[in-house]
């Protein structure tokens, strides 16, 4: 599954909508979700839904 653009609404959507960004500009996967974040950040939101596209998700 590779993502084609996206929308977000809401506090701190820049934070967001950056990490899905990059994901668009290298034809990444769902494979963000192997990338390392910090704890907590709004943008490990992003790599958790990765890594539920993945069957692989850790904080439910």
């Excluded at 494979?31 to 950040?41: F, L």
Aim: net charge negative.
């Amino acid at each position: 599954m590779r993502p084609s653009g996206a929308s977000i609404i809401g506090a701190r959507a820049d934070d967001l909508i950056a990490e899905i960004a990059i994901a668009v500009e290298f034809s990444a996967s769902a494979m963000v979700g192997r990338s390392v974040y910090a704890h907590p950040t709004m943008a490990e939101a992003v790599n958790e839904a990765a890594l539920d596209a993945l069957g692989r998700v850790i904080n439910f």
